[in-house]
């Protein structure tokens, strides 16, 4: 009877442990020795991730390497899941994890950016309100109209190729405005006249946001690829 009571409990204990996360999990996998050596915080947060998403000790060492590559930085106190995401808290930090079907992972992102596998930044233009103003004649015709967004000129230095692009191809392009203004806080832009996705004019604006002084033009080459070229 006594041992009968001893497995019960045993098996209780370990169902309770279950639902809080705090599954035990065999670390001798064929990284773990380094992993430990590198990352104290390692054999914790190991075991939530193999408890929390349910994966391998071998696939979850793959999921700790991308996390540390991708800032991990300490013990992992949650993760959570929600609509194929997981969301793995650590400290005030957090990252977003998707995983492929065969247990790797797929991607890793803070929230915007993603970092994993490759860095590819939110595209923010595609969020900023288009703005749009009439263009009149000298006698007060309205003969058009002008759109423009409104970004820091921090944010246009970082700004990468593949952003602009992606905005020129998908805002600016078959818009129809008589031009297209990319507008700075210091008072400097980009300008797509007649909204030509394929050439913008870079320099200092107007008060109607067309450029007033030329500083430089971007294309877009046969390659598919935005050059610029600064204006003598």
Same mark, same amino acid.
């Given at each position: 009877m ?8 045993a ?7 279950a639902g ?11 990284k773990?020795?380094e992993?430990s050596?590198q !990352?104290?915080?390692?054999p ?11 994966i ?5 060492d793959?999921v700790f390497i991308?996390?540390?590559?991708c800032?991990l930085d300490?013990?992992?106190s ?14 005030t930090?957090s ?18 950016d993603?970092?994993y596998p490759e860095?590819?930044?939110y ?14 004649s000298?006698?007060g ?6 759109a423009?967004i ?9 700004l ?10 998908t ?5 129809g405005?008589n031009?297209?203004?990319i507008?700075c806080?210091?008072g400097?832009g980009?300008v ?9 004019d870079?320099?200092k ?9 030329s500083y430089?033009?971007i294309?877009l080459?046969?390659?598919?690829? !935005?050059?610029?070229?600064?204006a003598?």
């Amino acid at each position: 009877m006594k041992k009968f009571l001893s497995l019960v409990l045993a098996a209780v204990l370990s169902l309770s442990l279950a639902g809080c996360g705090n599954v035990l999990v065999d670390l001798d996998t064929p990284k773990s020795e380094e992993l430990s050596a590198q !990352y104290d915080f390692y054999p914790d947060s190991m075991n939530t991730i193999r408890a929390d998403m349910g994966i391998t000790p071998e696939q979850a060492d793959e999921v700790f390497i991308a996390l540390a590559a991708c800032g991990l930085d300490g013990k992992i106190s949650t993760i959570s899941e929600s609509d194929g995401s997981y969301k793995v808290r650590w400290g005030t930090n957090s990252l977003y994890v998707t995983m492929n079907d065969d247990g790797t992972v797929a991607e890793i992102g803070d929230g915007k950016d993603v970092l994993y596998p490759e860095y590819k930044q939110y595209n923010f233009l595609l969020d900023c309100k288009v703005k749009t103003e009439d263009v009149k004649s000298g006698s007060g015709d309205v003969i058009g109209q002008r759109a423009y967004i409104s970004i820091l000129k921090s944010e246009l230095v970082d700004l990468t190729a593949e952003n602009f692009a992606e905005f020129a191809e998908t805002v600016v392009k078959d818009s129809g405005y008589n031009w297209f203004t990319i507008k700075c806080d210091d008072g400097t832009g980009i300008v797509f006249p007649g909204s030509m996705y394929y050439v913008g004019d870079y320099g200092k604006l107007d008060d109607d946001g067309a450029i007033l002084e030329s500083y430089g033009t971007i294309t877009l080459d046969e390659s598919g690829s !935005y050059t610029y070229e600064q204006a003598d």
